[in-house]
């Protein structure tokens, strides 16, 4: 990763920009609103109050030759994913270009309906390094004219200019961090941005539509599928010709070409396409058939849904001839992997049958649905109770062994931490306050020690502070150990606060809480209390520099 960051577009930056990003988009955004060019609704879609900075991270490509490494820029919860959602969102319809696939089954209706001709030379172009190499402000540019040309493809209350600003805004605001460091990105967007995602689908395709419309020699066929590009030429040649003056027309997209195999394949997607222009799945090198194991704990109707899906991709994918040598090697590999045969038989079956049988229209469900951890043991009663109740059930597993035994971020700060419970104990007694926050950590230490030097009190109680550790400060003189703050846990959703702040105010009897205003539970939890108090794991929120007060 430090290679890629020394040898890519990026520049070292002297802080971290995430504090003042969101005022700093505020701003714009307020300016705006004033100027009636965005409506209300935009402003509160477009912003995020408690935000932590973008990570960069990198997943190698091990079907490629030396290993290179994909940069990822992670985009969850920073200043400006909600911005770069919004604006991608009124993005899509520039995006509609007729050479943009959907998937695999979109490729091969096109091919299969393309009139016959003599191009018999299938050859894939591929863009080098389409995120930090596309030329964002071009794209750009193409956005402005686009909606300038056709506004009623904007809401009446939002207007191009304004969505040329934040784009720009936006794009020279583009950071990420890296090993405790903070480096701008310089050219291009970053990989896992939505915002990007568009831009480079809408400059792709306005370079590749101006090759179609100019070159003197085109292919017959031409399509994409984000930077992978498909073509029928008429030999070697002529494809290598097209691909020098599709090089010619921009300075930021460099396309390389693949040329079909001895054998005459090619393989797109995850097609691989003939000679003779029948079609097979594509597996690469590197992929082990390795699958989820029948004996695994993991929900009955996810295993079922894996001999699905390998069979209904089998049958779009494959020609007839392919056909019943996929279905073989798919049965196989199921049986390799601990499926019964009776059931890969059965489950296979019903596909063949809803694949063959004229699809309708299903009403839509009003029924609520919960996620829960999966646990074997209880998976079926559960389902079976949420039913009665009118309650679709999924399951989810947070503990696996790539999230035991990898780690591709870096792990932030514990007092960046948000959703947390947390401990604050008093410096003169042993009692200690229990809480929960869903903003970072220190946002809410840094209130409970502005109400304890300002002394607040809640409206209309002289003698009742607005925090309960101020309110121990200020009646008893005590100081607050502030500095000795510890981290209980912290919750994956906001949602899951108030079961465990109850538990551990139920458990571990903080003196200084006011427990009338502690966070109620069904009696049906209590159970549970002593599970959740027993995966607390006390550790410290603040290095001393920093809380020293």
Request: contains cysteine; hydrophobic residues 35%; glycine residues 4%.
């Amino acid at each position: 990763m430090q290679e890629h960051i020394g040898e890519g577009p990026y520049s070292l930056l002297k802080k971290d920009p995430t504090p003042t990003l969101p005022s700093k988009l505020d701003r714009v955004l307020k300016k705006l609103l004033n100027d009636k060019k965005i409506s209300k609704a935009f402003y509160d879609q477009a912003r995020n109050l408690h935000p932590r900075a973008p990570q960069m991270y990198g997943t190698p490509k091990i079907h490629k030759k030396g290993i290179p490494i994909r940069p990822i820029v992670s985009f969850y919860n920073t200043p400006l994913i909600a911005l770069h959602k919004v604006l991608a969102h009124y993005l899509k319809p520039l995006t509609c270009s007729p050479l943009r696939l959907r998937d695999s089954r979109h490729f091969l209706e096109c091919l299969r309906s393309a009139p016959p001709d003599t191009y018999t030379y299938p050859c894939s172009l591929d863009v080098k390094a389409l995120y930090t190499s596309c030329d964002m402000a071009l794209a750009r540019i193409s956005v402005r004219s686009k909606f300038l040309a056709q506004p009623d493809l904007l809401p009446a209350n939002i207007s191009p200019s304004a969505m040329d600003t934040l784009i720009e805004f936006c794009l020279s605001n583009s950071y990420f961090e890296y090993d405790n460091c903070f480096y701008a990105q310089n050219k291009g967007g970053p990989m896992g941005s939505p915002l990007t995602v568009e831009l480079a689908e809408i400059r792709v395709a306005e370079v590749e539509t101006l090759a179609l419309n100019t070159s003197p020699d085109p292919p017959s066929l031409y399509m994409h599928f984000v930077d992978d590009g498909f073509g029928k030429f008429r030999d070697r040649n002529h494809a290598e010709t097209y691909l020098e003056f599709v090089n010619s027309l921009s300075a930021d997209l460099t396309y390389t070409l693949e040329h079909p195999r001895a054998d005459g394949s090619l393989p797109f997607l995850d097609v691989l396409l003939h000679r003779d222009l029948s079609t097979s799945v594509y597996r690469k090198p590197t992929h082990t058939d390795k699958y989820t194991h029948y004996t695994t704990a993991a929900p009955q109707n996810t295993k079922d849904a894996l001999i699905r899906s390998l069979t209904r991709r089998a049958y779009c994918i494959c020609s007839s001839q392919h056909l019943p040598n996929e279905l073989s090697h798919i049965k196989q590999v199921l049986l390799d992997n601990g499926y019964p045969l009776p059931r890969i038989q059965l489950i296979m079956q019903r596909t063949k049958v809803s694949i063959n049988r004229k699809k309708s229209s299903k009403p839509a469900s009003n029924h609520a649905h919960a996620c829960v951890p999966f646990y074997p043991s209880i998976a079926k009663p559960l389902q079976t109770i949420a039913k009665r109740h009118q309650v679709e059930l999924t399951f989810n597993s947070n503990l696996t062994l790539r999230n035991l035994l990898t780690r591709t971020k870096t792990p932030p700060k514990p007092e960046n931490i948000p959703n947390a419970i947390y401990e604050i104990p008093c410096g003169d007694c042993p009692g200690t306050y229990c809480g929960q926050t869903r903003r970072p950590l220190h946002k809410r230490i840094a209130e409970h020690q502005s109400f304890t030097r300002r002394a607040n009190n809640i409206p209309g109680e002289e003698l009742q502070y607005k925090s309960g550790v101020a309110h121990h400060a200020l009646t008893t003189g005590h100081r607050i150990a502030f500095e000795s703050t510890s981290i209980l846990t912290s919750a994956q959703h906001p949602t899951q606060l108030d079961l465990l702040e109850h538990a551990a105010i139920k458990i571990r009897k903080p003196e200084l809480n006011r427990m009338h205003s502690a966070p109620a539970i069904q009696k049906p939890w209590a159970i549970v209390l002593p599970d959740i108090e027993a995966a607390f794991r006390p550790r410290p929120a603040f290095p001393p520099s920093i809380t020293d007060t």
